[in-house]
């Protein structure tokens, strides 16, 4: 695609529910990162894959949080019996990881509400 | 390891002053730096970034800044504000061979009437 999409675009669940996100990339980009922004926040990283190299995990909060990529393809986050803490947009970037081509590209994310 | 600090959380301007938003980053291995806007309700865009070469860098809508190594600092800098520059900024850094990227706190730009 042209661009970084995530879906959905908006995610409302109730407490202690299990809530998948997810972000496809722009093709032939090797790394896709997570971040976590909560209101009026920085960017929270959250995890990072690249290639077939072993994810960074050192960002995920809690063992609530987990990721998958398949390839250098789509990439899902999910978060097990989610906490009102969770609240927050949850974005997606991909970048070529090329030479000095390593712009990360940032999808619209996922808001996600916990209530 | 490497990390990105932004000092001000907040900084407001005048219309048609100088805007400087600061950014200082520590790497171990020479940087790519970047800065990102987000403009309310909206996702992350490139504003400009700095690989090699010119340590002056030009980006979109008249910002640029300059890489100082001495300083490690990448500040970001506008000449005259606009209003429609009221959005966050973050700075970001990558290297090392993995070259992920990770970004400062962000700084909210208000410009005032």
């Known amino acids: 695609g042209a661009g970084v999409s995530q879906s959905p675009s908006n995610k409302v669940t109730e407490k202690g529910k299990d809530v998948e996100l997810r972000c496809d990339p722009i093709s032939g980009h090797t790394a896709l990162y997570w971040y976590r922004q909560r209101l009026g926040q920085g960017l929270e990283f959250l995890i990072y894959f690249q290639g077939n190299s072993a994810p960074d995990k050192s960002g995920l909060p809690s063992d609530r949080f987990s990721a998958e990529r398949t390839g250098e393809s789509v990439s899902t986050l999910t978060i097990q019996r989610t906490q009102q803490e969770d609240s927050a947009v949850y974005l997606c970037?991909?970048?070529?990881?090329?030479?000095?081509?390593?712009?990360?590209?940032f999808g619209q994310g996922t808001r996600l509400t916990v209530v | 390891a490497q990390s990105v600090t932004q000092l001000g959380s907040h900084v407001s301007v005048s219309e048609g002053a100088l805007v400087l938003l600061r950014c200082n980053y520590s790497s171990s291995v020479p940087p790519y730096l970047f800065w990102y806007v987000q403009y309310p309700n909206q996702g992350l865009q490139l504003l400009l970034k700095?690989?090699?070469?010119?340590?002056l860098v030009k980006g979109i809508n008249g910002f640029e800044a300059e890489f100082k190594k001495s300083e490690t600092s990448f500040h970001l800098t506008k000449p005259s504000a606009h209003m429609s520059d009221a959005a966050e900024y973050f700075c970001a850094v990558s290297s090392g061979s993995a070259r992920q990227l990770t970004f400062g706190s962000g700084t909210q730009l208000t410009v005032l009437p």
């Open positions: 970037a991909s970048s070529l990881f090329r030479g000095q081509d390593t712009e990360a590209f």
């Open positions: 700095y690989t090699t070469g010119a340590t």
